[in-house]
C-alpha cells in the first residue's frame, strides 16, 4: 500500500508540473500581448537630441522616439509615447504602465531590475561651466577637482548621472532638478556653478549659448555607458532579438548617426 501511495503522488506531482508546463507555454508572449493590444507604449523622459517634447503641442520627436516607431512597425502595431520622468522611468515599466523605457543608459544597478536591449548609441557624461566664474580653476580636469566646498554642482534626479555623482561627491552640493530645462535654468542663474550632463546634450546648450561656457570631458571619465531600451526583467532573448537585430542594422548603415545629426541640427537652428 505504502508503494502504490508513492506511486499515485509521484504521478499526480508529474501531472501538475506537466500542467503548469503547459499553462507556461499557451501564456502569451512579450510581443504576442503587444500584438493583441495593438499598440507599443514607450514610456519618456526628455534628453535631447534622444528624447525632445514640444512645449506648445506636447507632441515628442528625437532619435530614440523614431526607433519607438520603428520597433512598432516591425511588430505591426501603433507606437504611443508615454511622458515620464527620469525619477519614473524604471518604476513605470516595473509597474507595466508602458511596454519599453527610451533611452535609458545599461547601468548594472538597473539590470537588477529590469532587462536591457544592446546599445543603439553611446553615452558619456561632460561638465559645463562659466568660464567667468571665479570659483572654478581653468586647469580642473577630474570631477574630484570640482568637488569642492562651495561649489553646487546641478544634475537631474534619477539620471544615471545622479547615481553616479551621489557616491563620489564629497564636498560639493549636489542640486538636484526634476528635469532638462530646470537644470540649464540654474546655472544660466547662477543658482549652480556647475552642470553635470549627458555630452551630447551639453553641447547642445553650448554651442547655443556662446562662447561664455566651458565643456571638460573630464578624466578618468565619470561614466562611459551604452545607451539603449529597457524592457521587463522577464523578456527572453528572442523577444530582444527583434530589437537587436534592429539596431545591429541601423548602427552599421550609419542610419543612428544620421538620425542623432538630424535633431541635433535641428535644435541648433531653433
Known sequence: MKIL???????IAGL???????????EPGYWQKIQSRGTLRCGAAVAPPHVMRDPASGEFSGAFIDLC?????????????????????VAGLQADRWDMSLALNR?????????????????QV????????????GSWKSLADF???GVTIAIMSGTAQEQILSTQIKNATLLRLPDNDATRLALMS???????????????????????????????????QGVGMGLPRNVTGADLAVINLLFAEK????????????????LLDQ
Open 107 to 123: 547601468t548594472p544597478k538597473r539590470a537588477l531590475a529590469i532587462a536591457f536591449t544592446d546599445s543603439a548609441w553611446d553615452y
Open 190 to 224: 547662477r543658482r549652480a556653478d556647475v552642470l553635470v550632463d549627458d555630452a551630447d546634450t551639453n553641447l547642445l546648450f553650448t554651442t547655443k549659448n556662446g562662447e561664455d561656457w566651458v565643456t571638460v570631458l573630464p578624466e578618468p571619465a565619470i561614466a562611459k
Open 16 to 26: 501538475m508540473v506537466f500542467a503548469a508546463a503547459s499553462a507556461q507555454a499557451q
Open 5 to 11: 501511495n508513492m506511486i499515485a503522488t509521484a504521478a
Open 147 to 149: 568637488d569642492k566646498a
Open 126 to 137: 561632460s561638465i559645463v561651466h562659466n568660464k567667468a566664474n571665479p570659483k572654478i580653476d
Open 251 to 266: 548602427i552599421a548603415k550609419g542610419e543612428m548617426k544620421a538620425s542623432v545629426d538630424k535633431y541635433v541640427k535641428q
Open 69 to 89: 516607431k520603428e520597433i512598432a512597425d516591425v511588430v505591426g502595431v501603433k507606437a504611443e509615447v508615454i511622458d515620464t520622468s527620469w525619477d519614473n522611468i
